[in-house]
């Protein structure tokens, strides 16, 4: 009974997390389009690995910074957002060769999204994620959004991340990401910090 008992209350501790990160009103670019079911066919297309303009903000100095062209970290690349584990764009990255590279965006079904990551045009890898659509104009990708190791808040840690996805009024992609992490010894040190972004990828083609 015990047993059963400190599961529930685990659980619903566990819970209690889920909505920690939430999308910012006040970190946005302002210039997303609203799209639906009719015009989510509208993101297919060929755009830029590195952002042009970014908007983030951090817990650790909680401001809001803005930064363009050139002056945007190559950690923010697109295909970063939807698959994270890629040794040969990571190496590339490093010798600042990133702009070899493209990503490509398919809408497969009304479930099904796809992302090819293209070198000189060829496709290197690719990704395929769920996603959903909400009244907000926004496509959710749901791509392994809960994360932990060991025992979350006893004696471990989480993360919570969230994507989605927009248009603007020249056909840019927008990407908005909002992170969330949590980390604990027996509850009693805590570790919590959140990453909110968003970020616009020109469109090639």
């Known amino acids: 009974m015990k047993i059963k008992f400190f599961t529930l209350l685990y659980s619903l501790l566990i819970l209690s997390f889920v909505g920690c990160a939430p999308f910012s009103k006040k970190v ?15 993101l297919n297309g060929t755009y830029e690995i590195n952002a042009s ?11 809001t910074k803005i930064f363009e062209n050139d002056s945007v970290d190559k950690y923010y690349n697109l295909f970063h957002f939807v698959k994270t584990e ?6 590339d990255s490093i010798k600042n060769l990133i702009k070899k590279y493209d990503v490509r965006i398919e809408v497969l079904d009304k479930k099904k999204i796809s992302f090819s990551l293209l070198k000189n045009n060829l496709k290197v890898d690719s990704s395929i994620v769920n996603y959903k ?24 840690n989480f993360s919570i991340n969230r994507t989605r996805l927009s248009l603007n009024n020249e056909n840019s992609l ?22 909110k972004f ?3 990828y020109n469109r090639k083609k």
């Open 133 to 156: 659509i909400k009244n907000d104009g926004y496509i959710y990708l749901k791509n392994k959004n809960f994360k932990s190791n060991w025992v979350p808040i006893l004696c471990g």
């Open 86 to 91: 890629n040794q040969e764009l990571r190496a």
């Open 28 to 42: 946005t670019l302002n210039d997303h389009t609203y799209l639906n079911s009719e015009s989510i066919n509208k």
């Open 174 to 195: 927008i990407l908005n990401n909002s992170n969330y992490f949590h980390g604990a010894i027996l509850v009693i040190i805590g570790d919590s910090r959140s990453f």
């Open 198 to 200: 968003e970020g616009r």
């Open 53 to 63: 303009k970014i908007i983030y903000k951090s817990s650790r100095d909680n401001k």
